[in-house]
């Protein structure tokens, strides 16, 4: 699976924006899909994912309340709604998908096999 990252940009404290990875290759069917980011200077960071069945939907606790993960299997296409932005959510937002992952770590980087390029939100005061 080639997944392709794109939406990020600039915004004020307080604005959003709308993420969006496209898959090629293969369906996302049967994968867990999810959003990463990483800030400068940080660690790669769990931001959302959803699995394909049941399609139960997780959060960080620093996003939840404010982005939205949503999914289309019939555009292969994943979708990251950023709202209320602060500065501490700037950073580079990844998209990736895993086959096997377990539940109990959705939240690890290392459970996902594809991974795109990722998009650069910077949120400034």
């Known amino acids: 699976v080639q997944l392709q990252a794109s939406g990020g940009g600039a915004v004020q404290t307080g604005g959003s924006l709308s993420l969006h990875c496209a898959a090629s290759?293969?369906?996302?069917?049967?994968?867990?899909v999810g959003w990463f980011r990483q800030a400068p200077g940080k660690e790669r960071e769990f931001v959302a994912a959803?699995?394909?069945?049941?399609?139960?939907?997780y959060y960080s606790d620093s996003v939840k309340g404010r982005f939205t993960i949503t999914r289309d299997n019939a555009k292969n296409t994943l979708y990251l709604q950023v709202n209320s932005l602060k500065p501490e959510d700037t950073a580079v937002y990844s998209c990736?998908?895993?086959?096997?992952?377990?539940?109990?770590?959705?939240?690890?980087?290392?459970?996902?096999?594809?991974w795109g390029q990722g998009t650069l939100v910077t949120v400034f005061q």
């Open positions: 290759g293969r369906t996302f069917r049967g994968y867990t």
């Open positions: 990736a998908a895993c086959s096997t992952c377990i539940l109990s770590s959705l939240q690890k980087a290392q459970q996902y096999q594809y």
């Open positions: 959803i699995r394909w069945s049941p399609g139960n939907i």
